[in-house]
């Protein structure tokens, strides 16, 4: 059954769409990592550049792109790179 992804965005990720989180449905079978990306890189132009440094977990996992799929129910993170000490 079709449900919705939590995208929980942080630090520069966060700023750039202006929310801490993001709803989005998906097809029952899930959707491709790069896909769901690539979605919402063309929905949020300043998102994009983050995205290509950002390392991405459903449910408190790594996932990779390319290989992994997130489906409805699941909390997919960005999380770009950090900085500080």
């Not at 769409?17 to 690539?38: F, I, K, Q, S």
């Amino acid at each position: 059954m079709p449900g919705p992804v939590r995208i929980l965005l942080f630090a520069t990720a966060r700023q750039a769409v202006g929310r801490p989180h993001l709803d989005r449905p998906v097809p029952a079978g899930g959707v491709a990592v790069d896909a769901l990306v690539g979605d919402l890189a063309r929905e949020f132009p300043e998102l994009a550049v983050v995205l290509r440094s950002a390392r991405y977990f459903r449910n408190g996992r790594v996932l990779r792109p390319g290989r992994d799929r997130v489906y409805p129910g699941d909390e997919f993170a960005i999380h770009p790179p950090y900085s500080g000490g």
